[in-house]
C-alpha cells in the first residue's frame, strides 16, 4: 500500500517555464490538497479538492493551477514559474467529504527549484 | 496566528528525558488539531489528533493537551528516543464546512542527543 504518491521528486526549472506536479492516492479518498513548504515554515495550502469533480483555492492559490483527473489523481500546474514558487509541495489526501475530525495523509513532496 | 520566519523554535533533549512541545493556536472557531511529525526530506506523519471537547488525549508514548481557554496545545513525548529527532507541527481545522482544510503552525525542531 503505497498511499500518496507524488511525481517528480526533484525538478529543476528555468523561470517562464511550465511543469505539472503529480499526486495519486491509493487509499479510495474523497478529499484532496496541494501544499507549498517554505525554508522555516509551516505548509500552506495552495488547492484542494474536497471530492472528485470540485476544486477550491487555499492560502495561496496565485500562479497554480489545479486538476481533479479523477477520485485518485490530483495534480497541480505552474504554468509560468517564478523564482518565488521555489519551495517543497507536499499533496495530502483524506478519507470522507464532510466529516471533519480525521487527519490528512502526506505524501514525501516535490522539490522544486526555479532559476 | 503564529509568526513565521527562518528561525524554527528548538528543543534539545536527552535520550530518555520528557519532551514537552508548545503550540499557539490563532483562530478561537478551530475544533479540530493534529500533531504531525517531520522528518528531513519526508512529508508530515500523522502523530495523534484531538477534538476541542477533549482536554487530554494519550497515545503511545505520546499525549497531547488542548487549553482553549488560552489558545494552546501541547505534544508530550514519554521517555524520548533519537528516532523521535524532527520538526513537529501542530494543524488547526476551523469548524463548519471546512472540507478538512488545516493551518499548520511553524513547527518546532527536537533533537535527542544519545
Known amino acids: 500500500n503505497a498511499g500518496v504518491t507524488q511525481t517528480p521528486k526533484f525538478q529543476v526549472l528555468k523561470t517562464g517555464q511550465s511543469m505539472t506536479l503529480q499526486c495519486a492516492q491509493d487509499?479510495?479518498?474523497?478529499?484532496m490538497y496541494w501544499y507549498r513548504q517554505d525554508p522555516g515554515m509551516g505548509l500552506r495550502l495552495i488547492y484542494y479538492s474536497a471530492s472528485e469533480g470540485t476544486t477550491d483555492k487555499g492560502e495561496v492559490p496565485n500562479g497554480y493551477n489545479v486538476s481533479r483527473l479523477n477520485k485518485r489523481e490530483f495534480s497541480l500546474r505552474l504554468e509560468s514559474a517564478a523564482p518565488s514558487q521555489t519551495s517543497v509541495y507536499f499533496c495530502?489526501?483524506?478519507?470522507?467529504?464532510?466529516?471533519?475530525?480525521?487527519?490528512?495523509?502526506f505524501g514525501d513532496g516535490t522539490r522544486l527549484s526555479i532559476l | 496566528g503564529e509568526s513565521v520566519g527562518l528561525h524554527l523554535p528548538t528543543l534539545s533533549v536527552q535520550e530518555g528525558d520528557n519532551s514537552i512541545i508548545n503550540c499557539a493556536y490563532s483562530n478561537s472557531a478551530s475544533d479540530y488539531f493534529i500533531w504531525y511529525k517531520q522528518e528531513s526530506g519526508k512529508g508530515p506523519q500523522f502523530i495523534i489528533d484531538?477534538?476541542?471537547?477533549?482536554d487530554k488525549r494519550q497515545g503511545q508514548r505520546v499525549t497531547v493537551l488542548l487549553n482553549k481557554t488560552v489558545k494552546h496545545l501541547s505534544l508530550q513525548i514519554a521517555a524520548t528516543q533519537p528516532g523521535d529527532s524532527a520538526v513537529y507541527f501542530c494543524a488547526e481545522s476551523p469548524g463548519g464546512t471546512s472540507y478538512g482544510k488545516l493551518t499548520f503552525g511553524q513547527g518546532t525542531i527536537l533533537t535527542v542527543h544519545p
Open positions: 484531538i477534538r476541542s471537547n477533549m
Open positions: 495530502a489526501s483524506r478519507p470522507r467529504q464532510g466529516v471533519k475530525d480525521q487527519p490528512q495523509h
Open positions: 487509499m479510495n479518498h474523497n478529499s
